[in-house]
């Protein structure tokens, strides 16, 4: 069982400057109240294969998360799945488009898939991202405006 949730937002910035931020996963922290730290291997720039480790908390709970970055077309596209074993996991990307005068519009959005227990909770955890996607994507925003 699995469903989809995504935001779209203008940022004022150019596309090339909001692909390189987005690329870079441990900005995460930065927008993402959920995300408690973030680890990138290898260092170096972000690649196909590039992995992020995270610990999030949900719901009061606290959780090691692991993301792989399967696609990545620079300034265009940012792809990743999730690699934990959770009960609700996630794939998702970025899709930037350059917007005259300078800006960039940014589609986000996340397939979550619930394993077991988790295909329960996921109807709740799938209307909570949805409601707070829009919020997501301003806060998205407004990391990126600030760096």
Not at 12 to 40: H, M
Not at 45 to 65: H, I, M, N, Q, W
Not at 81 to 107: F, H, M, W
């Amino acid at each position: 069982m699995s469903g989809q949730f995504e935001a779209s937002v203008e940022i004022d910035r150019p596309v090339e400057q909001v692909f390189a931020y987005l690329a870079d996963g441990r900005n995460d922290a930065e927008f993402s109240p959920r995300v408690q730290q973030i680890t990138k291997t290898p260092e170096g720039p972000t690649t196909v294969g590039t992995v992020f480790r995270s610990t999030v908390k949900d719901a009061g709970l606290k959780t090691s998360r692991e993301f792989r970055i399967t696609r990545l077309e620079a300034p265009r596209t940012v792809r990743w799945s999730e690699q934990s074993k959770n009960l609700i996991t996630a794939e998702g990307g970025y899709d930037l488009e350059p917007l005259p005068d300078g800006r960039t519009r940014v589609r986000i959005f996340n397939e979550l898939e619930g394993h077991g227990i988790g295909k329960l909770l996921l109807g709740p955890a799938l209307h909570a991202a949805r409601k707070d996607a829009p919020a997501f994507g301003e806060r998205i925003k407004a990391a990126v405006e600030r760096s």
